[in-house]
């Protein structure tokens, strides 16, 4: 006997398998998408505030450093908030000593980099030419009040007192015996400096900078400035114990204060005008720019190992240079003459603010010298056409600077005219 199913039970068996499936699906894929603990939100250090550099002149310490443009992983930008500068007399254990137990000697603060530029919203279908978008408003100044900028050369200053020079015990281990500390044969301090960002986490601090605390050396005494035309030459007085010198060339007074410069700015650490230490006067500089002051100061030098400590800056009056040197005069003149007329030829003057030549005729025997050409002219050759046939003339040449200044007459020479 033949049974024959029905489609019922059949639909039932595949209805059963579709739930299965969906089943199976809803445990598997949770799993698949499963991410695994949470991880700790990336933190991002600056890099060093390098290179640091520090200088002593005087009872002051001058500390430079370069704002970081990156952190210390290479992306950009830094995440700075601000630089902090430490220092530390005495031994530090190790760099976490300068921040616990060191003197903060500067927080300079760092602002964040200018948003970019935001194309405006078309008022059509397609926005204008970006050098159509209107100009961000300025940044102020960098400063102490507005922050400074990614990059930017930084140069602090720490007075040199009795709290500078007051060397930090070494802390004592537990159980540990006091003892002396032994003396320094010259006392030292450190100094760093470190980028903190704006979750107040410390980057890795620049190299240590070590400056000597001995006093400096005496200054030098009466500097004065005297020039030429080709240079000018300063002088001074040598404190008896003075082995080296160095000169520097500082802003006229009414600008800036060549002895105490401002404790934070955007200046770099000047630099001698002397290429090394001079061992004693004259300096000669031969930039001489006429109009222009100049000012110097001059700094005794001590050099302790590999430490070099300057003295007080010794002031010298400033100089603006006037020129009243006048030119050489003119070399080798000729004269040739001709049918109507004489040519004169001379050699050209080398002066660099040479404004041109006067050329000056005598009618002999008994003429006086007149000027022939109103105003200096610039060629070396002039053609006297004003002459009477038979005639006899004497003739000189003299050089005219730019500052008005005439020089001596040239040779002086005879012609006629056919």
């Not at 005087?58 to 970081?68: A, C, D, E, N």
Request: net charge positive; hydrophobic share 40%; with cysteine.
């Amino acid at each position: 006997m033949t049974h024959q199913t029905t489609g019922r039970p059949r639909r039932a068996s595949i209805a059963w398998r579709l739930a299965i499936v969906a089943a199976l699906a809803a445990v598997i894929a949770p799993a698949c998408g499963k991410k695994g603990p949470p991880r700790p939100p990336l933190v991002r250090l600056p890099a060093r505030p390098e290179p640091f550099e520090a200088r002593r002149q005087g009872q002051v310490v001058y500390l430079q450093f370069q704002v970081p443009a990156a952190n210390a992983d290479g992306t950009t930008p830094a995440d700075v908030e601000r630089v902090e500068v430490y220092g530390f007399t005495g031994q530090p254990a190790g760099t976490e000593d300068f921040f616990k137990r060191g003197t903060l000697v500067a927080s300079v603060p760092v602002r964040r980099p200018p948003e970019p530029v935001q194309a405006p919203k078309p008022k059509g279908k397609t926005p204008g030419r970006p050098e159509t978008w209107p100009a961000p408003p300025p940044r102020p100044a960098p400063s102490m009040q507005n922050g400074f900028d990614h990059g930017d050369v930084v140069v602090v200053a720490e007075a040199i007192g009795d709290a500078q020079l007051a060397e930090l015990p070494i802390p004592l281990k537990p159980g540990a015996a006091a003892a002396p500390a032994p003396k320094p044969s010259t006392p030292i301090r450190f100094y760093v400096a470190v980028g903190v960002n704006r979750k107040r986490q410390k980057g890795a601090a620049s190299g240590r900078q070590v400056v000597s605390l001995v006093p400096p050396p005496a200054a030098p005494a009466d500097p004065s400035v005297s020039y030429t035309e080709t240079a000018l030459t300063l002088t001074w007085t040598p404190a008896a114990e003075s082995a080296a010198f160095n000169v520097y060339e500082v802003p006229p007074p009414a600008t800036a204060d060549a002895k105490t410069p401002a404790p934070v700015a955007t200046w770099r650490l000047p630099a001698p005008v002397n290429a090394k230490p001079l061992a004693g006067p004259p300096f000669v500089d031969p930039r001489v720019s006429f109009g222009t002051p100049r000012c110097y100061v001059v700094r005794a030098v001590t050099t302790i190992g590999a430490q070099s400590i300057e003295s007080e800056a010794a002031t010298a009056p400033c100089v603006t240079p006037v020129d009243t040197f006048p030119p050489a005069a003119p070399a080798a003149l000729t004269a040739i003459g001709s049918a109507g007329a004489i040519g004169l030829i001379w050699e050209a003057n080398r002066e660099a603010d040479l404004a041109g030549y006067l050329v000056l005729r005598a009618q002999l025997p008994a003429g006086d010298f007149v000027p022939l050409t109103p105003a200096p002219i610039a060629q070396t050759t002039f053609n006297d056409t004003t002459v009477a046939a038979g005639a006899r003339y004497a003739y000189v040449v003299l050089a005219v600077d730019a500052a008005g200044n005439r020089g001596a007459r040239s040779n002086r020479v005879e012609e006629s005219a056919r």
